[in-house]
Nanobody, 121 residues
Framework: QVQLVESGGGLVQARGSLRLSCAAS????????MGWFRQAPGKEREFVVG?????????SYADSVKGRFTVSRDNAKNTIYLQMTSLKPEDTAVYYC?????????????WGQGTQVTVSS
């Protein structure tokens, strides 16, 4: 069953902007913490940003994207977004949307298929 679907990836020039979308099922969106991860060729998957379902929807960003990327939620569409600005070639990766079904766990156990982001120099 498809529970998370990413879209919005593509080719963009350095210093440009791009917005990724993650459409979630109502069950996931209404109950679980969610986040974005990315994986570049030959590298480990890394955390980008997380957003809590409760606790005021607080967010936590990786230092590498802080000040450049912003996560947001659209409750009417059961969708979270990743607004990326001031993009760098180092941001090139497959970006994944994820969710965790246990609130106080650090393990994200539900994953989307990923969307490719390529930043040219």
């Amino acid at each position: 069953q498809v529970q998370l679907v990413e879209s919005g990836g593509g080719l963009v020039q350095a210093r440009g902007s791009l917005r990724l979308s993650c459409a979630a099922s109502e069950r996931i969106f209404s109950n679980y913490d969610m986040g974005w991860f990315r994986q570049a060729p030959g590298k480990e998957r890394e955390f980008v940003v997380g957003v809590r379902r409760w606790s005021g929807g607080s967010t936590s960003y990786a230092d590498s994207v802080k000040g450049r990327f912003t996560v947001s939620r659209d409750n009417a569409k059961n969708t979270i977004y990743l607004q990326m600005t001031s993009l760098k070639p180092e941001d090139t990766a497959v970006y994944y949307c994820a969710a965790k079904s246990t609130q106080f766990s650090s393990v994200y156990d539900i994953w989307g298929q990923g969307t490719q982001v390529t930043v040219s120099s």
